[in-house]
């Protein structure tokens, strides 16, 4: 049971552009999410993170967007540049727990 | 970047043998976690530790171990390797439970013949 969801395997945005990656969950008890970057043979790099008592939150020219009634989050990237082309994974993380659990991905290409 | 080092970073073996992987930090951090990549499935929890010698199963753990004798380091082992282990994988430390980030190390690329 698959409880984070990342539906779209990849996207293509033009740079300049904004990218925005989504992600689904089904636990109602998550209360942290992050985002992570990872590059081709390298570890994944945080990103951003927000609290489920928040429904923004932003960094640069990243932003990320909660819905707790949908239990839907967004990662906004404005404007996407050809560096941010990577594999972004979302995790989230339950009330009392030490553990992430993490969406399969999604492959973000930006065209130059 | 934080101080986390994998080791070895590469390996090849056969089926049927033990193997054991490491994960060093000098962060002092208290969590310390396992996971695995593997196409389709994205990042997927092995073991992870707590403190020195409290660790716990996550959501593939079967037939890894893992140890923790010390702060700083982080064992998995796979008793007695299978080609469905080939993977990549990548250690993790976090400072405190829950609202912390997780950093995490270069990876180890294993496969099992």
């Known amino acids: 049971d698959q409880q984070v969801k990342q539906n779209s395997p990849s996207l293509s945005v033009q740079e300049g552009r904004i990218s925005i990656l989504n992600c689904d969950y089904t636990n109602s008890m998550f209360d942290y999410f992050l985002w992570y970057k990872k590059y081709p043979a390298e570890g994944p790099t945080f990103l951003i993170s927000?609290?489920?008592?928040?429904d923004k939150n932003e960094d640069g020219r990243f932003t990320v967007f909660l819905n707790k009634s949908a239990k839907h989050l967004s990662l906004h990237i404005v404007p996407s540049q050809p560096g941010d082309s990577a594999v972004y994974f979302c995790?989230?993380?339950?009330?009392?727990?030490?553990?992430?659990?993490f969406g399969t991905g999604t492959r973000l290409k930006v065209l130059a | 970047d934080a101080g986390i080092t994998q080791s070895p970073r590469h390996k090849v073996t056969e089926t049927g043998t033990p193997v054991t992987l490491r994960c060093h930090q000098t962060e002092n951090h208290r969590y310390m976690y396992w996971y695995r990549q593997d196409p389709g499935h994205g990042l997927r929890l092995i073991h992870y530790?707590?403190?020195?010698?409290?660790?716990d199963k996550g959501e593939v753990s079967d037939g890894y171990s893992v140890s923790r004798s010390k702060t700083e380091d982080f064992l998995l082992t796979l008793e007695s390797a299978t080609s469905s282990q080939t993977s990549v994988y990548f250690c993790?430390?976090?400072?405190?439970?829950?609202?912390?980030?997780?950093?995490f190390g270069p990876g180890t690329r294993l496969t099992v013949t």
């Open positions: 530790s707590y403190g020195v010698k409290d660790t």
């Open positions: 995790a989230a993380s339950a009330v009392g727990t030490y553990k992430y659990i």
């Open positions: 927000i609290s489920s008592i928040k």
């Open positions: 993790a430390i976090s400072r405190d439970r829950g609202s912390y980030e997780q950093y």
